[in-house]
């Protein structure tokens, strides 16, 4: 299939072929009408939204030979050779590629040489904030004393890194993100022109990935087009993304909110048995509890990344199970367990336990941490059934050592088994208490593999050979009842509790 490299043919070839930026755009066109372009302008934003183009644009103003109402014709040879890149005197810069220090050097001393092909020579610096402080200094001299018919354009995703000295011989501008409304109606008419037929919820799924960037959005579209040809539908943007469709991530949600766990194992099963990566899965994940949080904050005016009309209904029915807390906290975990997912053996398993957690966080009552919960929770006797990472903090420096201990074998074994507690060892066996909600990982450590890991590392911390045997505890009242069954089976004397 045919590759458009639309983003390309797309490229804007006037002012009014801009799409937003409108304040930028009026003022540039208006200096150009009364023919007061500056000498240097730093254009600032976010990637592909329409800095090189607008910069074009002006380079052309700059030598058109029949300017239209501020417009370059776009046919005199000036226009035309700029259009090509075969115009002598239009310099393009790529700060980035070896941070400039031999062009900004030879700009020094070109600069003042007279335009050899138009009127103006203009000197394009993109990424400018990569420059070296030597040839920053070198651009400043020039800027100090601009010659006559030169013209700068800087541009830079960080405008922060660009010291204030260049920023202050520069008439600023600040592109912004494209809106949602913007990027879909340029993949409309850009799908019109090129006779292909996309469906609705296919179009908005490409601009909300674009998240504001033309060129992405304009990408994704060649990207889906080269793979499936010109009838798009859904389905064909989230396989050639590879992507997960939103409405399964909104089951899944489903799942985890109503904490039923078997329903949620089940469908992660037919997701990896159908191919989908996990890492993929969580990152979906994550854009959708992102798309969650704003719909909550912001209801219709949020503008979502993954969730189409398809899902919205469901998005409305969630935003009332949760609050915001929990869905830091479980953005938090769900972001942490990428890097875990990268540094895993079994992938799956990790999946699996990032979801139950997960499932666990949102069936645990709100915990507010304050010094003093967060205290308690050091303790035996801590009241919360603490289900974030403080959690994982053992307070028993034992049971931390044997935690750590276990995650140097094998990290999916640490996930198991750091959702328990070390109960005590007695008579050389181990007692590790889990609770209900964590059957999942109790029976996965009991599993010969993750139990000889354990008793391994039990065997290199004591010097002697210790069984383990898990124990499962009631939900309710989670810690009161460890302690207890930690009386029963060691007697008071053994357990201390700490207060
Ligand atoms: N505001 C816009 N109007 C119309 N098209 C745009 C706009 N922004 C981006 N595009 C499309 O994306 C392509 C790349 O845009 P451009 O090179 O101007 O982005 P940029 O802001 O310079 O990005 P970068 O920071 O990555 O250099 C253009 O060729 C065009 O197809
Ligand atoms: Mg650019
Ligand atoms: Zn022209």
Redesign the pocket.
Known sequence: MAYLA???A???QGFS?????EQTVTAIRNAVRTGRLAHAYLFS??????????AKIISKAANCEDLRDGEPCNQCSSCQDINNGNFMDVIEIDAASNRGIDEIRDLREKVRILPAQGKCKVYII?EVHMLTNEAFNALLKTLEEPPDSVIFIL?T?ESNKIPATIRSRCQSYQ?RL?TLPEITQ?LQEVAAVNEMNIEESALQLMARRAQGG??DA?GTLDQVYSYKGPNITKQDVLEALGLVDDVFIAELMDKVFANDTTGLLSLLATAVGQGKEPEQLVRETVQYLRDLMFYITMGHTAELTVVTNDTLSLLEKQRNLVNTDKLLQALRLMTDSIQKLRFSESQRLTLEITFLELAALFAAPTVVVTEKTEKKRETVTQTQPAQNKAQSKAPDPLWAKILAGVKEVKVPTHALLSQGKLLGIKDDTAYIGYRKGYKFHKERMEEKANREILEGVLKELSGRTIEVQFIFLDDDQYNDIIVKKAIELFGPEIVEIKD
């Open positions: 639309l983003y390309r797309w490229r804007p072929e801009v799409v937003g930026q934003g976010p990637r592909g939204t329409g800095k090189t183009s607008v993109d541009a995703t592109f494209l340029r033309l060129r304009l």
